[in-house]
């Protein structure tokens, strides 16, 4: 069956930096789409990235956009997500999520996902 973890979460200061990494088992690596979510206290889950099983389409949500950094390490069936000048609203757990589309193509709609972590939490403190 497939699993999807994510680890790399902890505590920053606003403006440091952070690295999440996702590892994936029990799939097709190339022929799922990949992304993040997130979701912080009090409110609806939201998308961060996605990324697809080609690399030729990465999508952001206008909140991280310039910031952060979704990659994808096909070797170790891995996708990692690089946070810079983190703020406090970017508070949340993170979640990693896998979703079977092999004609190509990403997507942010939570719906479209079938595989997902457990979370990371990720606090970034003023």
């Known amino acids: 069956q497939a699993h999807v973890v994510e680890s790399g979460g902890g505590l920053v200061q606003a403006g440091e930096s952070l690295s999440l990494s996702c590892t994936t088992s029990?799939?097709?690596?190339?022929?799922?789409?990949l992304a993040w979510f997130r979701q912080a206290p009090g409110k609806e889950r939201e998308a961060v990235s996605c990324i697809s099983w080609n690399e030729r389409i990465i999508q952001y949500d206008d909140r991280v956009k310039g910031r952060f950094t979704i990659s994808k390490h096909n070797a170790n069936k891995t996708v990692s997500l690089r946070m810079n000048s983190l703020k406090a609203e970017d508070t949340a757990i993170y979640y990693c999520?896998?979703?079977?589309?092999?004609?190509?193509?990403?997507?942010?709609?939570?719906?479209?996902?079938?595989?997902w972590g457990q979370g990371t939490q990720v606090t970034v403190s003023a």
């Open positions: 029990g799939l097709n690596f190339d022929a799922y789409t």
């Open positions: 999520a896998a979703g079977w589309r092999p004609s190509g193509g990403c997507t942010l709609r939570a719906d479209d996902y079938q595989n």
